[in-house]
């Protein structure tokens, strides 16, 4: 299949700092990116999808300003965390969907711990 | 609204027993079905989806699931449950005309024991 890369795999920092996190689709361009947000032992939660060279679109309750989201190219998609707090603490998740079945192919993730 | 259901939190079973993991949808027109499977800290891996033709799909790892559609029901199944195949399993659905986003059910941990 497909192969997804995320970048960091985990970042710690500390409150108040700004936390990028790039996802890339390896071998195929990616019309639509998607990323996802899980608590511990929880499901995923869909935060937005974006679309190459177009705004994203963000789920009800996520907040535009604080989870910027960028996705400048067909294989590049990044996630800022502004002004991270400890309760942004979590694990990110982006998948990336493109292909003649539009299929979601998935990263292996993005630990977030802020301090 | 549309939903998926897992409704078992945790499916324990014994090495080389049979396993089922459960996963119902409600959702309008006829959705797209998957299975991934998660590890500790890691993404999500790709088992298997239903999306027309035979209701019994094979998948990775010897999995396979059954669609049935009167009980709007995707249940995964294995003959034979190894103790590596103890994980975090997502049942998600797409529902086609709207978008490629996938609905997730709140995931089942499977713990297989020696």
């Known amino acids: 299949g497909a192969v997804v890369s995320q970048h960091p795999s985990r970042v710690i920092c500390k409150s108040g700092t700004s936390v990028k996190i790039e996802c890339r689709s390896l071998?195929?361009?990616?019309?639509?990116m998607f990323w996802y947000r899980q608590f511990p032992k929880q499901s995923l939660m869909l935060m937005a999808t974006?679309?190459?060279?177009?705004?994203?679109?963000?789920e009800q309750g996520v907040e535009k300003d604080k989870f910027l989201i960028n996705h400048a190219s067909l294989t590049l998609s990044t996630l800022t965390v502004t002004s991270a707090h400890p309760e942004d603490s979590s694990f990110y998740i982006c998948?990336?969907?493109?292909?003649?079945?539009?299929?979601?192919?998935f990263g292996p993730g993005t630990r977030l711990t802020v301090l | 609204a549309q939903s998926v259901a897992q409704p078992e939190d945790q499916v324990n079973v014994a090495e080389g027993n049979p396993l089922t993991v459960k996963c119902t949808y409600s959702v309008s027109g006829n959705p797209y079905l998957f299975w991934y499977v998660q590890y500790p800290n890691r993404g999500l891996q790709f088992l298997l989806k239903y999306i027309t033709g035979d209701n019994l799909v094979k998948g990775s790892y010897g999995f396979e699931a059954e669609f049935n559609k009167s009980q709007t029901s995707f249940h995964l199944k294995k003959p034979s449950a190894l103790v590596s195949d103890s994980a975090l399993y997502f049942c998600a659905v797409r529902v086609p005309g709207a978008g490629t986003a996938l609905i997730f059910g709140k995931g089942t941990t499977l713990s297989v024991s020696s």
């Open positions: 071998d195929f361009q990616a019309t639509t």
């Open positions: 998948s990336a969907s493109g292909g003649p079945n539009n299929e979601q192919f």
């Open positions: 974006s679309n190459e060279g177009s705004k994203a679109t963000y």
